[in-house]
């Protein structure tokens, strides 16, 4: 637990060097609006990555979040639009598109013992022609019938999703670090045979993580709806490398056994923050893409750089 | 390790599938032979999963459902805008079953030129829609093809200036601009900024969001808090005016900060009605290809000496 806090304090100082920078840079970056602005932005990918963190360590890979998230979306605009089903009714099939989607997902790379990296891009494309099947390749306007969710609360300004979005975080941590599946998730990402040799089932603890990653994109999928008011079939896509981005520059391992949810939040924190900065300083289409890719790497370099002080320190302490 | 029971019924499938494969080559054989019978033409799309290319298929699908003794339809469209390599492709295997023509909506205006030239050669009538194949490339290669389609730029011009009446001079905007490199892009944005221009409005910022709604959501939202006197967002298409609108609601500014957009996709009639955005165009989706198969059946006819077309752009708002 030595380096709990040092884990985050890298990352931490990446997002307030980034906030810096952003704020000498623009005279409208440094207010409140742009930080609750930002928080709203940002609940979908947060479950997202929350979902992929616990996939990452248990050591696969899941590639489908995007189209998952696009697909439980587009279900749930059509339940709402044009089967007028009550809005708790049409969010819980978008949960269980989502989950439905992530179950299989593990279910068919345990089953047959095929590298989730595979499986899941298949889910990629069967969930993405499903979107669009759902929609027939049209945008879902949506508008007030999603509610409150993703609007700013006018006392702090931030949106319930995002609350939400927290809580998600939080339980994702706890349950990593708190609960018997999350320990048997580091152990099958560390080692699946050491595990199965101390009594620990795999395939159980595989299929949990992508049901959980699953049932995260279809929240994923209300909150962006709740977000942007209609559901495009062509949503998310790419978002499974955000997702994956977010949570290894947050310091999980893309080998498994190794991660934290916080981190992965700071993560999403990291790219949300450039994205919008980027966009707000007005910087040119190259500019943004050749920024975000050189601060996605440093931020990684950064993490691997303390990683080794902090562990030297650990051994000089120990010895 | 342990054989499958399965695997000699795969080898029967794979068997049926390869006769079938000699099957369909045989009867593709047969069709190339030249015939008096109904004309066959491909339309080459863009992405079908963007709703305006599948309006426009369905508006080509329904007008060959009702002249099927005239022409049959291929229809094909490729994964993503931008794969080119997968449009050329296309274009050949059209090529090969000897199509009487091609109506093409190119994903770039110029690296389908040499492709179109070699089906030219061919004999194959070609069509060019939506986006038009840029006039140099097409003189380097020696060929003229022409361009039915909607003018974007005075489309844009048209909702740009019905906006500038709405706002006075010096007032400040925001464009979002589609994908820069596509000649669609390029003329929406020119139409905007003319029409600033005459009206005396300040465009403050132009950016691309890539014809997305995420990414236009972004962008406006910075460009909310950058520029907070900003009067109206313009956007180069629908999905990104869906965008803007979600982010001024958000940043709640609806009624301070108007948008336009561009196509009169179904998902924004909601929201001009509700005048959250105040106009945007369209340019007949439905009959865009329709227009090219029509004009390509012409040629076939031998009534019309090709040249371009021009159709129609017309303004949409609350009013109308």
Same mark, same amino acid.
């Given at each position: ?20 920078l ?24 947060t ?5 992929m963190?616990?996939?990452?360590i248990?050591?696969?890979i ?8 696009a ?12 089967a007028?089903l ?21 279910f ?27 929609t ?17 609360l ?15 975080v939080?339980?994702g ?11 048997h998730i ?22 949990s ?15 962006h ?9 062509n ?13 290894v ?5 893309l080998?498994g ?5 916080i ?9 949300a ?9 007005g ?8 920024v ?15 990683r080794r002080?902090v ?8 010895s | ?7 000699r019924? @795969?080898?029967?499938?794979?068997? %049926? /599938? !390869?006769?079938? =494969?000699? +099957?369909?080559?045989?009867? #593709?054989?047969?069709? *190339?032979?030249?015939t ?14 963007n709703e305006?290319?599948v ?5 080509a ?8 003794s ?5 229809v ?6 931008? @794969?080119?390599?997968?449009?050329v %492709? /296309? !274009?050949?295997? =059209?090529m +090969?079953?000897?199509?009487? #023509?091609?109506?093409? *909506? ?5 690296a389908?030129?040499p ?6 050669r ?9 986006n038009k ?14 361009f ?7 489309g ?5 200036? %019905? /906006?500038?009446?709405?706002?006075k ?16 892009a ?18 403050v ?11 236009a ?14 009067k109206?967002?313009? %956007?180069?298409?629908?999905?990104m ?8 609601r958000?940043?709640?500014?609806t009624?301070?900060v108007?948008?336009?957009?561009f196509?009169?996709?179904?998902a ?8 959250r ?5 369209d340019?007949?989706?439905d009959?865009?290809?329709?227009f090219?198969?029509?004009y ?25």
């Amino acid at each position: 637990m030595i380096g709990r806090t040092a884990e985050y304090a890298g990352l931490v100082a990446v997002l307030a060097l980034l906030v810096v920078l952003f704020g000498a840079l623009s005279d409208h970056f440094l207010t409140s609006i742009t930080f609750t602005t930002l928080a709203n932005q940002i609940p979908a990918l947060t479950v997202i990555a929350v979902g992929m963190t616990l996939v990452l360590i248990a050591g696969g890979i899941d590639l489908s979040v995007g189209s998952v998230m696009a697909l439980g979306s587009a279900v749930l605009a059509r339940a709402l639009v044009e089967a007028h089903l009550p809005l708790p009714v049409a969010m819980a099939l978008c949960l269980f598109t989502g989950l439905a989607a992530g179950a299989v997902n593990g279910f068919i790379s345990v089953r047959w013992t095929i590298p989730s990296f595979i499986v899941t891009l298949g889910m990629l494309e069967v969930a993405r022609g499903g979107a669009y099947l759902v929609t027939q390749s049209r945008s879902v306007f949506v508008g007030a019938a999603m509610g409150p969710l993703g609007m700013p609360l006018a006392s702090i300004g931030l949106s319930p999703a995002f609350l939400v979005a927290l809580l998600v975080v939080a339980s994702g941590q706890i349950l990593l670090s708190m609960t018997v599946l999350g320990r048997h998730i580091f152990a099958v990402g560390g080692n699946a045979e050491a595990a199965r040799l101390s009594g620990i089932n795999p395939g159980r603890v595989l299929l949990s993580v992508f049901a959980i990653s699953g049932l995260l994109a279809g929240l994923g999928g209300i909150f962006h709806i709740a977000y942007l008011e209609s559901a495009d079939p062509n949503s998310g896509i790419g978002l499974e490398l955000s997702a994956i981005a977010a949570v290894v520059i947050g310091g999980t391992s893309l080998m498994g056994g190794r991660g934290s949810v916080i981190s992965s939040f700071l993560g999403v924190l990291i790219i949300a923050v450039l994205q919008s900065g980027l966009a707000q300083i007005g910087a040119t289409e190259p500019a943004k893409r050749i920024v975000t890719g050189a601060v996605i790497v440093s931020a990684v370099i950064l993490d691997a750089y303390r990683r080794r002080v902090v562990s030297n320190a650990v051994v000089s302490i120990q010895s | 390790m342990n054989t499958h029971p399965l695997s000699r019924r @795969d080898v029967h499938i794979w068997l %049926a /599938l !390869v006769v079938l =494969m000699l +099957a369909a080559c045989n009867s #593709a054989g047969e069709r *190339a032979a030249p015939t008096a019978g109904p004309r066959r033409i491909a339309l080459v799309m863009k992405s079908l999963a963007n709703e305006f290319f599948v309006t426009m298929a369905d508006g080509a699908k329904a007008h060959q459902a009702a002249n099927a003794s005239t022409y049959t339809l291929i229809v094909n469209g490729i994964r993503n805008e931008s @794969d080119l390599a997968q449009q050329v %492709a /296309l !274009v050949e295997q =059209m090529m +090969a079953q000897t199509v009487d #023509a091609i109506v093409i *909506a190119p994903a770039d205006s110029r690296a389908l030129v040499p492709v179109l030239a070699k089906a030219r050669r061919q004999g194959i009538i070609v069509v060019n829609i939506d986006n038009k194949l840029d006039a140099a490339t097409l003189k380097d290669a020696g060929i003229a093809i022409p361009f039915v389609g909607p003018d974007n730029r005075a489309g844009a011009h048209t909702v740009a200036a %019905a /906006l500038a009446k709405q706002l006075k001079r010096g007032d400040k905007v925001v464009i979002l601009e589609g994908i820069p490199t596509a000649f669609n892009a390029q003329q929406r944005r020119l139409g905007f900024e003319e029409a600033m221009k005459e009206a005396g409005i300040d465009v403050v910022a132009v950016q691309s969001a890539h014809w997305e709604q995420d990414e236009a959501n972004t962008i406006t939202a910075a460009m909310l808090r950058e520029h907070p006197e900003v009067k109206a967002i313009l %956007a180069s298409n629908d999905n990104m005016a869906l965008g803007a609108a979600s982010a001024i609601r958000q940043a709640n500014k609806t009624g301070q900060v108007t948008v336009v957009g561009f196509d009169n996709i179904a998902a924004i009639q909601q929201l001009i009605k509700d005048g959250r955005v105040f106009a945007t165009a369209d340019q007949h989706g439905d009959r865009l290809a329709v227009f090219g198969i029509e004009y390509a059946l012409k040629l076939l006819r031998g009534e019309t000496q090709p040249q371009d077309l021009q159709t129609p752009v017309d303004l949409i708002t609350a009013s109308k």
